[in-house]
């Protein structure tokens, strides 16, 4: 087997053996498989596409060209996945909660990606916190404090990450097959029992309407339970802003101000508390998602959450004290301005991703990979489809590194917002579960 008999398969509609994908697998790794090969193979597959069983092929394949770990914990170990929005800080909030249910949760997150927050970038923002401890590191911490949210190793899936720079310059990040094995091999190299898929739509979202989003949900779900992980997905809003913050210590602020029931964020609390749910049926320790959820609710409201994130804290790195000084312990930005609305009426329509994109030019994310993120930039106090506004009422907080930074935002976030003189209706948080 070659490289050329693989790409002329798929590219003939024959699909993907397991075989097949082992060995391409293998030579993105070592590789013995070339940048060209790479991006041919990854447009046959955009073109024509590897079907459920190539699917779980590659996604197996792409797992197994690295480390994969092993656990010998004493309760399951399961984790959350998000297709990406703006302002979802729900992986904050709801990996402490599982671990105060009795889950074990190795959180191996990403970076922020095009207009979307990063998990990694958020962590980052807390002064001396190690995303990237390594391995072993990610084993004591998990085992010790039930939780860890940390970034992927050159161990784990270096056959995707060869195979995700390569779809980008190669015009094929849109492939559903491509997204489905990416996602996924990352997360099972981990070693889970379960996992929870959190698949966004809308606006804000990279899957826009509900049948793109349905389809990326099915995919995932079946490729991951045909690997042999029990996996859900609920499709959730993003038509707005899940937080009333966008930006990275700015979204961390926000769960600390909901861990210690200081100023609860509704949205985020419930979207936390329904993904939580199906993930604590998934683990066997919620009959159904209504005792999970408020056993999520349970680990929320008593403190326990916040007590365990502040332990995850301090073991990666950060202050000891996290918790009780978290204002005094992140950033501020130096120019903080409030962005009026033009006329009376009521919010009904905000394009969410121009939010988003706001907040990577304000300096919160990455226009170029090589890019320096300022943690202390971005949006708070965010008002809300079907909020009645009057003129010159505050649409939010803008946070900006200067005085030109924040003219240029306002201009881009004052043509996000749409108004009405009738209340518009709501969109819902969540659009649907897919499950097994």
Not at 277 to 300: H, M, Q
Request: charged letters at 20%; one cysteine or more.
């Amino acid at each position: 087997m070659d490289a050329r008999s693989v790409i002329r398969a798929v590219r003939d509609g024959n699909g993907l053996s397991a075989e097949g994908a082992a060995w391409f697998a293998r030579g993105l790794a070592d590789g013995a498989v070339s940048d060209a090969q790479a991006g041919a193979f990854a447009m046959a597959v955009l073109l024509k596409g590897i079907g459920s069983s190539g699917r779980v092929a590659l996604t197996q394949a792409m797992r197994d060209s690295g480390s994969v770990l092993q656990w010998d914990m004493p309760g399951p170990v399961i984790d959350k996945h998000s297709t990406g929005g703006v302002g979802d800080s729900v992986s904050l909030l709801l990996a402490p909660a599982l671990a105060a249910c009795g889950c074990y949760v190795p959180m191996i997150s990403g970076r922020g990606l095009g207009h979307t927050g990063g998990t990694l970038d958020k962590m980052e923002s807390i002064p001396g916190y190690r995303a990237l401890p390594g391995i072993e590191v990610l084993r004591k911490v998990v085992g010790e404090v039930g939780c860890a949210i940390v970034g992927a190793t050159e161990e784990i899936a270096p056959a995707d990450k060869r195979l995700y720079g390569i779809r980008d310059i190669s015009g094929t990040v849109e492939s559903i097959d491509l997204i489905t094995a990416s996602i996924l091999s990352k997360k099972l190299a981990a070693g889970l029992e379960g996992l929870i898929l959190d698949v966004k739509v809308g606006s804000g979202a990279f899957m826009a309407t509900a049948d793109e989003a349905r389809a990326l949900a099915k995919s995932l779900v079946e490729t991951a339970n045909g690997a042999g992980c029990k996996t859900t997905a609920l499709i959730t809003d993003m038509n707005q802003p899940l937080g009333l913050c966008a930006g990275n210590a700015l979204e961390v602020i926000e769960v600390m101000e909901t861990l210690t029931g200081t100023a609860v964020s509704g949205a985020l609390w419930d979207v936390t508390a329904a993904l939580g749910g199906e993930a604590l049926v998934l683990a066997g320790l919620a009959a159904d998602a209504e005792e999970g959820s408020e056993r999520i609710d349970d680990a929320l409201e008593t403190g326990r959450a916040a007590e365990i994130f502040g332990k995850m804290v301090a073991a990666l790195g950060g202050p000891v004290d996290f918790v009780e000084r978290y204002p005094d312990r992140l950033p501020s930005a130096p120019v903080v301005r409030a962005l009026d609305a033009p006329r009376d009426g009521f919010i009904a329509r905000i394009d969410t991703r121009a939010l988003g994109e706001a907040v990577v030019h304000l300096g919160g994310g990455r226009l170029v990979g090589g890019d320096k993120i300022n943690p202390s930039v971005g949006l708070s106090e965010i008002r809300m489809i079907g909020e009645a506004m009057g003129k010159g009422d505050p649409l939010m907080l803008i946070h900006a590194s200067d005085a030109a930074h924040a003219d240029a935002a306002e201009a881009a976030l004052r043509a996000a917002y749409h108004f009405s003189d009738e209340p518009p209706e709501e969109p819902p948080l969540i659009h649907e579960r897919i499950g097994a």
